[in-house]
């Protein structure tokens, strides 16, 4: 005897509801500042679906400066929350409303840059994923009339699956990756 099937549930936009739409948000930039770092590392030969260039092609830039410029390293001050120790700044992209996110390598694991964070905001945060394992910390309030996102803290596993973690964008800097990043999002 077969036990009776339920047919499969079908997706729609109404599933998507607020806390599901916030998680969202936050990892976006997230995924998109991974891939395009990942994008960005130069292949030692070329493959051969591509023609090799015949003029040498200018090194890609962030999507958050202008070309030739470099972007301004954020501090404690300018971000309003403190920075652990050793973070290194990789990029930051425009989040609208005049917000951006702020992106920093640690060589730490996520457990003890959660920790960290939970001792130094004085909050337990929230867990946003269990895989690939995420982390918030809500900073302020979030005012849906002058934010595009809420300032927060967010800490992501980049080990997570067996990944080797974020490349380092800096050629030759140390670490060559970084198993975890910090997102931090100030209050504009």
């Known amino acids: 005897m077969n036990p009776e099937r339920r047919p499969a549930r079908s997706f729609t936009i109404h599933d998507l509801t607020p806390p599901r739409l916030l998680r969202l948000a936050v990892m976006i930039p997230l995924c998109v500042a991974g891939i395009a770092l990942s994008a960005q590392q130069p292949r030692p030969f070329p ?29 404690e001050a300018t971000l309003g929350v403190p920075l652990y120790p050793n973070s290194q700044f990789l990029t930051s992209y425009d989040a609208g409303r005049g917000q951006r996110f702020y992106l920093f390598g640690v060589a730490l694991s996520f457990a003890d840059a959660v920790t960290y964070y ?18 918030q910390f809500e900073i302020t309030r979030f005012r849906d009339d ?8 967010t800490i992501k596993d980049y080990t997570w699956g067996g990944s080797g973690g974020y490349p380092n964008p800096t050629p030759g800097g140390e670490p060559v990756r970084f198993p975890t990043v910090i997102q931090i999002v100030p209050a504009p």
Not at 118 to 135: A, D, I, M, N, Q
């Open 47 to 75: 493959q051969p679906s591509q023609p090799r260039p015949t003029t040498p092609t200018p090194p890609p830039t962030t999507p958050s400066t202008p070309p030739g410029a470099q972007p301004a390293v954020p501090t």
């Open 118 to 135: 939970r001792s130094t905001l004085k909050s337990r945060g929230e867990v946003l994923f269990e895989s690939p394992p995420t982390h």
């Open 146 to 153: 002058t934010m595009a996102f809420p300032p927060s803290v």
